[in-house]
């Protein structure tokens, strides 16, 4: 049976966020230190983004609470929602996130995962309930969109990694912000990067997993230029990328990943290659001729991890977000 986000999912999902969105340890940092003055505490460098482990795994902690109250806004923690928003996204402290992205050693501050993921923030905070929220916080997630800008002309190659480098997991997040605010030119430059780095593959062999993967390299390439390029020439192009999909092959692509330690960070990381890939199968389905089976397979994907995304904090601190994308894609 294919999985829906229900009231009860919501909640738990909610749950899950709030209980780690204010845990500030064990924390770790992204931070380059140009001199003893830095020696500081997550809540000191990050006034909002102090929790859930890392600041990037904290980001997407918000995002998917601002998804769940605008999908589910009658969950008993709507209000607990409210409350944190009310408490963490204010001026002062978005200045302050903001003076910490201008140091000069910030330069490469989690790029290009927390770029992305502050800008999915901001897209969905564009649309809910409550548009002081997303006002206030745009002075941050303009400052990411310029950094995409900056550096997307200068970036000869993608990075085709399964973790966070993953560049075109970070232009699919990137354009949700663009089509949200109608920034025609940022959605333009995130399409010709796309074109230019991943147009001309073909026959993809999809050598997956490795064992730190949370992204699947093939499956979100294939997302990214789902998202980016008109219908007609994406199937097109992903007729040449995984030409032997109807075969069910490669066949990696199809089988859930084997997590054999939930209680390492590393190896949890394949709980979140299964809930991305569940994510991606669900999105390409519509693409796809029914003899792919995308459905089953997002399907055994979901169930192999999502009775996972709580019990371990290696774990617990960002799984559920994961688990909503495959779920309202």
Known sequence: MTAALTPELASRFARIALGHLGREYPHKLDHVMAGPEDVRSPRELHPIFFGSFDWHSCVHGYWLLARLIRLAPHI?????IGDLFEAQLTPDKVAAELAYLHRPASRGFERPYGWAWLLMLQAELSGGADPRWAATLSPLARAFAD?????????TYPIRTGTHFNTAFALRLAHEYAAAYDDAELAGLLTRTARAWYQADVDC??????GDDFLSPALMEAECLRRLLPPDEFRTWLARFLPRLADRQPAALFEPAVVSDRTD???AHLDGLNLSRAWCWRALRPALPPSVGAQDAAD????????HVSGDYMGEHWLASFALLALTA
């Open 265 to 267: 960070g590393k190896i």
């Open 76 to 80: 008993a923690e709507a209000e607990a």
């Open 147 to 155: 950094r995409f800008r900056d550096f997307l002309p200068k970036a």
């Open 205 to 210: 062999q999809a050598w997956e997993p490795s």
């Open 300 to 307: 055994r994907h979901l169930q192999a991890s999502l009775p």
